[in-house]
């Protein structure tokens, strides 16, 4: 008996346990269900047919009191109508006879109401005629001689009908009662019976497949401590047991390398090997002159075969070139780069399906620490990215349906300061003005959400192309000069001429540096000064602001752009939003951002582009 057939058949049984349970549980709903239906159909119609037919035999008694009261033409009309609904009432109740002495008051009930007929017709026949006095004393004796005991009589022997039926409902409805708590006694005993039959046949069947396995487990850990000469001693038939027997050959061919060198050799090739296989993420090992050396099968989807890109520089396989500069800067730097953010997340298609990757590169050394490679892992962040789209959407929708009632503020604050309601007092203004001001904040604080949403989203894609960087930091100077030496500070630069081409996005870049460049002239004491430098560093620019303001706290370095963090005792006004904006913009461009900070000296703030790979005469036409 295999495996699967031993779980089959222990899932079988509980199966067949809640079958029987379900059977017997719907079965005895539907006994209970068909007793209730007995009482409404055996009882119910005729307790009904009584009550009609007492409230008729009221009304016609009701009746003959108007023909002695001289409303002749209202008791025939009432006398008619309910004779009629009487006469109904009791063929209802005459075909529903259920009960024992039920059919002896249906034919008491028939009696009295024939005589109870003669006697009302023999009552309204003189009533009809007319007469004197006497005539309607004589009447009048008429009613409560024969008449009202008649009547009398026969509301007896309805109101007897009456009880006889619903003396027999409560009957049924205690049996009723009594046979439901019966059965649910006896469901709950065989519910129990059935979970602990059901228990005991868990517990069996799993120590029949668990006891191999476990025996399998522990031979597994003898021989992952060291211990080659046990075996899993697994007589069964099933998968376990050829699992165990090819496990114990696998353990001799183990026995059998492990005598010999070679064999320490190759099982650490190959434990190596398959480590790197068996990555759920893609990953690339490159030599220290960044040519490729091993792709797992991750990264087979994506470059191809390891066959064919094995010895080939990092840059003809990599798809993106943000992974040839990874690989790149930290063979040079000898650090590991990294790219944290959402935003930065490498576009590849793996099996014709977009996916979003993080992309991580680690140099690689000996025990001597000399650098052997690198080693790039490509994180698959697709769900990471999608998430984030969630959040950027409602950010970006928030952020777009407050604008135009804010809009709307605004304009109604400078409708009323310029006076269109009339005069304003100077505290009225004030308090207007104060309203503005705080407008303009939350409007600020809009747009850079709308511009934050965006980045992370990737609907702000940076236009990638050999920018001069030279010109674009000049540029950026003559721009921010102002700005900077109206906060009584001091801007300088220092900007070599010949800087090469770098791939980046012009407006993006001149935005990253128009946030640094105010972040530090904000943080910084009148006096003080601000430095601008660039320079070339291998395969990218880095391009550094640095000021001599307050510096930031040591605890607040590590988080300093995450979004919505502000420095205690800062001044600024803003909302915590400018550096996570510009580390995701720097990150897109396929450069990273660092910050080196001291409190009481001061900020830099420093980050890199990768160089664009072109000819010179390209770069010379650019110039």
Same mark, same amino acid.
């Given at each position: 008996? /295999?495996?699967?057939?031993?779980?089959?058949?222990?899932?079988?049984? %509980?199966?067949?346990?809640?079958?029987?349970?379900?059977?017997?549980?719907?079965?005895?709903?539907?006994?209970?269900?068909?007793? =209730?239906?007995?009482?409404?159909?055996?009882?119910?119609?005729?307790?009904?047919?009584?009550?009609?037919?007492?409230? =008729?035999? +009221?009304?016609?008694?009701?009746?003959?009191?108007?023909?002695?009261?001289?409303?002749?033409?209202?008791?025939?009309?009432?006398?008619?109508?309910?004779?009629?609904?009487?006469?109904?009432?009791?063929?209802?109740?005459?075909?529903?006879?259920?009960?024992?002495?039920?059919?002896?008051?249906?034919?008491?009930? #028939?009696?009295?109401?024939?005589?109870?007929?003669?006697?009302?017709?023999?009552?309204?026949?003189?009533?009809?005629?007319?007469?004197?006095?006497? *005539?309607?004393?004589?009447?009048?004796?008429?009613?409560?001689?024969?008449? +009202?005991?008649?009547?009398?009589?026969?509301?007896?022997?309805?109101?007897?009908?009456?009880?006889? /039926?619903?003396?027999?409902?409560?009957?049924?409805?205690?049996?009723?009662?009594?046979?439901?708590?019966?059965?649910?006694?006896?469901?709950?005993?065989?519910?129990?019976?059935?979970?602990?039959?059901?228990?005991?046949?868990?517990?069996?069947?799993?120590?029949?497949?668990?006891?191999?396995?476990?025996?399998?487990?522990?031979?597994?850990?003898?021989?992952? $401590?060291?211990?080659?000469?046990?075996?899993?001693?697994?007589?069964?038939? !099933?998968?376990?047991?050829?699992?165990?027997?090819?496990? /114990?050959?696998?353990?001799?061919?183990?026995?059998?390398?492990?005598?010999?060198?070679?064999?320490?050799?190759?099982?650490?090739?190959?434990?190596?090997?398959?480590?790197?296989?068996?990555?759920?993420?893609?990953?690339?090992?490159?030599?220290?002159?960044?040519?490729?050396?091993?792709?797992?099968?991750?990264? *087979?989807?994506?470059? $191809?075969?390891?066959?064919?890109?094995?010895?080939?520089?990092?840059? *003809?396989?990599?798809?993106?070139?943000?992974?040839?500069?990874?690989?790149?800067?930290?063979?040079?730097?000898?650090?590991?780069?990294?790219?944290?953010?959402?935003?930065?997340?490498?576009?590849?298609?793996?099996?014709?399906?977009?996916?979003?990757?993080?992309?991580?590169?680690?140099?690689?050394? !000996?025990?001597?620490?000399?650098?052997?490679?690198?080693?790039?892992?490509? +994180?698959?962040? @697709?769900?990471?990215?999608?998430?984030?789209?969630?959040?950027?959407?409602?950010?970006?929708?928030?952020?777009? +349906?407050?604008?135009?009632?804010?809009?709307?503020?605004?304009?109604?604050?400078?409708?009323?300061?310029?006076?269109?309601?009339?005069?304003?007092?100077?505290?009225?203004? !004030?308090?207007?003005?104060?309203?503005?001001?705080?407008?303009?904040?939350?409007?600020?604080?809009?747009?850079?959400?709308? !511009?934050? =949403?965006?980045?992370?989203?990737?609907? =702000?894609?940076?236009?990638?192309?050999?920018?001069?960087?030279?010109?674009?930091?000049?540029?950026?100077?003559?721009?921010?000069?102002?700005?900077?030496?109206?906060?009584?500070?001091? %801007?300088?630069?220092?900007?070599?001429?010949?800087?090469?081409?770098?791939?980046?996005?012009?407006?993006?870049?001149?935005?990253?540096?128009?946030?640094?460049?105010?972040?530090?002239?904000?943080?910084?004491?009148?006096? $003080?000064?601000?430095?601008?430098?660039?320079?070339?560093? *291998?395969?990218?620019?880095?391009?550094?602001?640095?000021?001599? $303001?307050?510096?930031?706290?040591?605890?607040?370095?590590?988080?300093?752009?995450?979004?919505?963090? #502000?420095?205690?005792?800062?001044?600024?006004?803003?909302?915590?939003?400018?550096?996570?904006?510009?580390?995701?913009?720097?990150?897109?461009?396929?450069?990273?951002?660092?910050?080196?900070?001291?409190?009481?000296?001061?900020?830099?703030?420093? %980050? @890199?582009?990768?160089?664009?790979?072109?000819?010179?005469?390209?770069?010379?036409?650019?110039?």
């Amino acid at each position: 008996m /295999n495996l699967r057939t031993k779980l089959l058949l222990s899932y079988l049984v %509980f199966v067949a346990a809640l079958v029987a349970l379900g059977v017997w549980s719907v079965w005895r709903l539907w006994d209970m269900g068909r007793v =209730s239906k007995l009482i409404l159909s055996n009882n119910y119609d005729s307790v009904v047919a009584a009550q009609d037919m007492k409230e =008729s035999a +009221e009304r016609l008694d009701s009746a003959a009191l108007f023909i002695l009261l001289g409303e002749r033409e209202r008791a025939t009309q009432q006398m008619l109508e309910h004779r009629r609904l009487f006469d109904a009432a009791f063929d209802k109740a005459a075909n529903n006879i259920t009960e024992q002495g039920e059919a002896a008051l249906i034919e008491n009930i #028939r009696h009295d109401r024939q005589s109870y007929y003669k006697l009302l017709e023999a009552f309204f026949e003189p009533a009809a005629k007319g007469g004197t006095i006497n *005539e309607s004393q004589r009447i009048g004796g008429q009613y409560f001689e024969q008449l +009202e005991p008649t009547f009398h009589r026969l509301r007896r022997q309805c109101d007897q009908l009456l009880r006889l /039926n619903q003396s027999a409902m409560l009957a049924k409805s205690d049996a009723a009662v009594e046979s439901a708590r019966r059965w649910f006694i006896i469901t709950s005993i065989i519910n129990l019976s059935l979970v602990v039959v059901s228990l005991i046949l868990a517990f069996f069947f799993a120590e029949r497949i668990v006891r191999p396995v476990r025996e399998l487990t522990t031979v597994t850990s003898r021989i992952a $401590g060291g211990n080659l000469n046990v075996k899993a001693e697994i007589n069964s038939r !099933d998968e376990i047991g050829l699992l165990a027997a090819e496990f /114990n050959r696998m353990a001799e061919r183990i026995r059998i390398l492990r005598r010999s060198d070679l064999g320490k050799i190759v099982v650490a090739q190959q434990t190596t090997e398959a480590a790197i296989d068996s990555l759920y993420d893609p990953l690339l090992v490159t030599d220290a002159e960044g040519k490729v050396t091993k792709l797992n099968r991750a990264a *087979e989807e994506i470059f $191809g075969l390891e066959a064919g890109n094995t010895g080939k520089p990092i840059s *003809e396989v990599a798809r993106d070139n943000r992974i040839d500069a990874a690989v790149v800067e930290a063979l040079s730097s000898q650090h590991a780069v990294a790219s944290e953010s959402v935003a930065a997340a490498l576009p590849l298609k793996v099996a014709g399906t977009e996916r979003a990757f993080r992309l991580r590169a680690t140099p690689m050394r !000996d025990e001597e620490q000399q650098l052997l490679g690198a080693v790039v892992l490509l +994180e698959d962040i @697709t769900h990471l990215r999608d998430v984030d789209l969630l959040k950027s959407d409602f950010i970006a929708l928030a952020s777009h +349906e407050l604008r135009a009632p804010l809009i709307n503020i605004e304009m109604g604050i400078h409708v009323l300061i310029e006076g269109a309601a009339g005069e304003l007092t100077d505290r009225q203004l !004030d308090v207007l003005y104060n309203c503005r001001r705080d407008c303009e904040k939350l409007e600020n604080l809009m747009r850079d959400l709308l !511009d934050l =949403s965006k980045i992370e989203a990737g609907n =702000s894609a940076p236009h990638l192309v050999p920018t001069n960087i030279s010109a674009l930091l000049a540029s950026a100077v003559e721009s921010l000069k102002p700005y900077v030496q109206s906060k009584g500070l001091t %801007f300088k630069s220092e900007i070599p001429f010949d800087l090469p081409f770098a791939l980046a996005d012009w407006g993006q870049v001149e935005r990253v540096l128009n946030n640094l460049v105010r972040n530090a002239a904000r943080h910084t004491p009148r006096g $003080g000064e601000i430095l601008l430098t660039a320079a070339h560093r *291998e395969a990218y620019v880095s391009i550094s602001v640095t000021d001599t $303001g307050r510096g930031i706290p040591p605890e607040y370095l590590s988080r300093i752009f995450d979004r919505f963090v #502000r420095v205690p005792g800062s001044q600024s006004d803003g909302a915590g939003l400018g550096l996570a904006i510009s580390k995701r913009l720097v990150e897109a461009l396929g450069g990273q951002i660092t910050v080196q900070s001291e409190v009481g000296r001061g900020t830099s703030f420093t %980050f @890199t582009l990768p160089l664009a790979h072109q000819p010179a005469a390209a770069a010379d036409q650019m110039k």
